[in-house]
């Protein structure tokens, strides 16, 4: 076989998905020797390790499923949680804008369920890593016990600790906030960026965004931009393709901010009033 054809086939120790009927999935990893156990039949490891993705399979009871490599949004949707985790709509966003990938250093807090920190794992690479801070032991034992199922556990450091205690780490690439009162730690992690580097928030209502604008102006934040994502399914038949009856709107409002040295306010005409120049440069 060549070499190239390898990455077409499941191997041991792989993330690998079933989906059967009305595409309902289970998600596991493949050890040799394990079964899984399903409603509709049971499915041994070892029929599937060294098969190609994509590949159609049966159960002992002759129940049909398909191997398929789950996508980052599929095992996010899976992970168990004890909170709200969020959104693969946002994630991707989120890590888009803060320009993260591969070989990237960046800090997370709070881990919450590890929906953040698993995507994280995945962007950064095998010469990246993640530190996530978290001051509940049930949710950071949760995250660590998902990355661990279904991400690079190797790639993360879990810290117990609230982040008004300071942050280990100097000179990260990016720091994501997922907390109650992200502005009372803006200062610990303006700290732990590097200058120039990318902060990214996620907040919930109107208020909390405007508490947090301000101590970003305090702190030297510049390149502020706050938006919300709204996300609209449709339905797949040819011959009545029309939207979903429900939709994914408001999750959260995203906030993103790059703290810089010696920041002075702008006098540039071409700026708006409030300071801000779109995304996409209008």
Request: some cysteine; charged content about 25%; hydrophobic content about 40%.
């Amino acid at each position: 076989m060549k070499k190239a054809e390898a990455h077409f086939l499941a191997k041991e120790g792989d993330v690998a998905m079933l989906v059967g009927v009305k595409h309902k999935s289970h998600i596991f990893r493949l050890a040799s020797g394990k079964i899984l156990q399903t409603h509709r039949g049971e499915v041994r490891h070892d029929d599937l390790i060294g098969i190609p993705w994509g590949t159609t399979v049966k159960s002992h009871i002759e129940r049909t499923f398909h191997l398929l490599e789950p996508s980052i949004a599929e095992l996010i949707n899976e992970l168990p949680r004890r909170t709200q985790i969020l959104y693969p709509k946002d994630i991707g966003f989120i890590l888009l804008t803060m320009g993260l990938g591969p070989g990237k250093l960046v800090g997370e807090a709070g881990s919450g369920s590890g929906a953040m920190t698993l995507a994280l794992t995945h962007t950064v690479g095998e010469s990246g890593h993640v530190y996530s801070y978290d001051s509940h032991p049930d949710s950071l034992d949760l995250a660590e016990k998902n990355t661990i199922r279904f991400g690079y556990p190797e790639r993360v450091t879990f810290k117990l600790r609230y982040l008004q205690e300071g942050v280990d780490e100097h000179n990260l690439d990016g720091f994501f906030l997922d907390v109650p009162a992200p502005e009372m730690v803006l200062e610990q992690v303006r700290l732990a960026l590097k200058p120039g580097g990318s902060f990214a928030c996620i907040v919930p209502t109107f208020n909390q965004v405007s508490v947090l604008l301000l101590a970003l102006d305090q702190l030297q934040f510049a390149f502020v931009e706050v938006c919300e994502i709204m996300l609209r399914y449709y339905r797949t038949n040819p011959a009545r393709v029309r939207p979903t009856d429900r939709m994914v709107a408001h999750t959260g409002f995203l906030v993103f901010a790059r703290p810089m040295i010696d920041l002075e306010k702008s006098d540039d005409p071409e700026e708006d009033e409030e300071g801000n120049k779109p995304l996409d440069g209008g």
